[in-house]
């Protein structure tokens, strides 16, 4: 497997990260899948409090390998409403006993917004304090966020210049337009931020590069069109168009099965994970998309509020997952979240006469719910 350095660390990272959010259900087979990657030379496992028992089976499957690789984890507590500095400082301590170590290489503030990181982050006696006396007792070695703030606000997070590394998300699908936490739209591209990270010398981890499993949900016709000679399958494409950033340090891939180890494996173990002929063409093919999109429904929001109180452009959006992505599964599931749904149109015509596309939307909605009703 390919090796990168971690930011200005020294530290080199495989390509293919071990993300431990959704492991299997069977406790000792999951313990088998990440061993099956570290056999296979991976070596950084990505963890949190917040991922259920998962900080428990990393412990399991790292016990006697410690030496072996990276070990990342996150601090999810300045996102509860009980928060407080020991709150953090009991989360900090929890993770090192529930995975049974005494030293964490990449410690994260976890799925932070810049709001979080630039008012009680820095308060007096904060997580920031807190950090630095960890990384002074070097039981951990560099600090890092995640985020889903929009890429406007993680650059700014990036500009304190407290972190070495960062984790977000970045994917073909959303290569364009940035999706949080449950899939709302938060802002452009976060290849800006990527990219600034890397000139601050910081790691820069990838969460969701296969989107979130979305890239698979249904018959995705377009993005089997984006399939190049070296490429085999939609994630194999997905995991090398992400390495092909040279910004990027590594991918982090939840990988439910030996065999899906081996096939990420393969994917991350190219010298030259896409040309740059391919990675070129993969682009302007995702701006064709979007555009086909745009054709639908740009986004603009002119026609809210809706006096039923109905989320327009966010209909539109899944509508275009299945018109234009061929994503019908993961449309559906959008669909199936938006309340009131486009049934509870009165036709009353305010949106169309605010519409700058001049969109037939109370046409389109009929569509969107024909084709999203399951």
């Not at 096939?263 to 064709?288: F, G, K």
């Amino acid at each position: 497997m390919q090796y990168r350095e971690y930011g200005n660390t020294g530290k080199m990272i495989t390509a293919l990260g071990f993300g431990a959010m959704r492991l299997p259900d069977d406790e000792d087979y999951a313990v088998e899948v990440m061993q099956h990657y570290l056999d296979l030379g991976g070596n950084l496992i990505d963890t949190a409090r917040a991922y259920g028992n998962s900080e428990k089976l990393v412990g399991r499957a790292i016990k006697g390998r410690r030496d072996q690789l990276y070990l990342s984890t996150k601090n999810h507590s300045m996102g509860q409403k009980e928060y407080t500095p020991d709150l953090w400082k009991q989360y900090m301590e929890q993770s090192f006993e529930t995975l049974g170590v005494d030293r964490i290489d990449f410690y994260h503030a976890h799925s932070v917004t810049w709001e979080q990181i630039s008012g009680p982050f820095q308060e007096p006696g904060g997580p920031l304090e807190i950090c630095q006396q960890a990384l002074d007792e070097g039981i951990i070695s560099h600090l890092c966020f995640s985020s889903h703030d929009s890429p406007e606000n993680i650059i700014k997070i990036i500009d304190t210049g407290f972190f070495d590394g960062m984790i977000v998300q970045y994917n073909i699908l959303d290569n364009l337009q940035a999706f949080g936490s449950h899939g709302h739209s938060t802002g452009t591209s976060n290849e800006p931020a990527i990219a600034h990270a890397h000139e601050k010398g910081m790691g820069v981890l990838i969460m969701g590069p296969v989107a979130g499993g979305r890239l698979l949900m249904g018959d995705p016709k377009q993005l089997k069109k984006m399939l190049t000679k070296t490429t085999t399958t939609i994630p194999d494409l997905a995991i090398r168009y992400v390495l092909a950033n040279p910004a990027v340090t590594a991918a982090l891939s939840g990988m439910n099965t030996v065999k899906m180890v081996d096939e990420n494996v393969a994917s991350a173990s190219h010298e030259e994970p896409l040309s740059e002929a391919e990675y070129q063409d993969i682009n302007a093919m995702i701006q064709r998309y979007e555009k086909l999109a745009e054709l639908y429904c740009s986004g603009c929001e002119y026609c809210l509020p809706c006096p039923q109180g109905i989320n327009i452009p966010r209909i539109f959006e899944a509508m275009n997952y299945h018109r234009v992505w061929g994503l019908t599964q993961h449309a559906r599931s959008i669909y199936q979240g938006i309340e009131p749904n486009a049934e509870a149109c009165v036709e009353c015509g305010q949106c169309e006469e605010k519409c700058p596309q001049n969109i037939p939307i109370i046409q389109r909605l009929k569509e969107s719910h024909t084709a999203l009703t399951e």
